[in-house]
């Protein structure tokens, strides 16, 4: 895990300055909003990602709803509608790490040292050694490179909002042309360095919390801990208390993350699919090489993620099930007391939040009811869409 992310940070975090930065010298996660420091990165989220990319895909969508501009090709349509989801996301999930991100950082860092601790006094293996890592540390390596692919496909192809804003207004000045090709390659790595860092953070997050609290009840399954187990459960329950206050720290973020982040990947997915399935024999050989970005979001969200969250909740009832047996198992005059204090731990969830309001808690079935909806809409969207109009836009490349 530490690897993954010191990769990251030597290849993408130089780029520019975001608020939430890795620190390979202290294997830690720095807070800063200095508007200074992060002059840069302010003006790609506000100016290039909000104002100029989703407000320019708005205005393209607007002006052929209401006719005011030529056809867009039909294909262009489509991956205006991706670019608006991702550079939305991105615009929201940055603003989100201004808003939560000091307490969300100091809650990984406590959990990183609580981790660190728990493996320590176990005399375990460090369960942050995952295959995981190892996927994602290439896919931090291709994300480098894919900048470069998609701006020059962007500037060949005109795939940039940019350009259909100047040409529907008739502006020829140099200079918004220039800031036009600034544009196209600031924010193709600003997005995809948003992508690696939140893909980094919040796996990294949910991966530490499932191993805390698998190490608690590991901590409940010796024999030492059935014999001694009012020692046990006392420094058990303090962990598990712990366990819960930092969550309660990092819930804001990563339930925030957690709904632009699956709502990009559902919304993405699902114009991937269609495209993939409607235009296999018009697409140019170089557009399914942003195939794996938005491959691996499918794929950690559905096969790392979803597991992670809905882990959380199943790792924390057994771990509070074995705090209630060995309560059962003391005498009659402290078990009441015991019995009191555990109804007042909670189970560890983890929800998609905006504006402090969870939606629904996610457990085993929200896998199925995601893929459920990813194919639902898929259908309903190549059905949607007539054979004839597909065989008019075989033109377009």
Known sequence: MLHALETYSKWMQ?????????????SKFLFSICPLQNFLWYFH???????????GVVVILLSQIFQFYPPVPLAYLFIFGIELATSGAAFAVNLGMILYGRECVMGWNALLEMQTNLQRRGRCHRLSTNPVWRILTVFVWAFTTYPFVVSVAGIVFTLDPFY?????????????????FYLIFAISAEMFRFLALIILFCTSSLIMLRDTLVL????????YAAIMGRMQCTRVKSGYRQAQIITLSMEELLGYNCLFGHGLALVNSILFNFVSLKFYATLPIWFYVIFPSIAVIILITIHVMMPCLHSLLDNSKKLLETLYIFTACQCNRGRKGMIKELRSLKKITMSPMLAQHKFFI???STKVTFLVILVTHTINLLLAVPRRVIQTAAHLF
């Open 14 to 26: 130089h780029f520019t300055s975001p608020p939430i930065k890795w620190c390979p010298i202290k």
């Open 45 to 55: 989220t506000f100016v290039g990602l909000g104002f100029c990319t989703a407000g």
């Open 164 to 180: 259909y804003i100047l040409s529907m207004f008739n502006i020829t000045n140099p200079l918004l042309r220039i800031f036009r």
């Open 216 to 223: 608690l009840t590991k901590e409940t399954s010796t024999s």
């Open 362 to 364: 996610y457990t085993r």
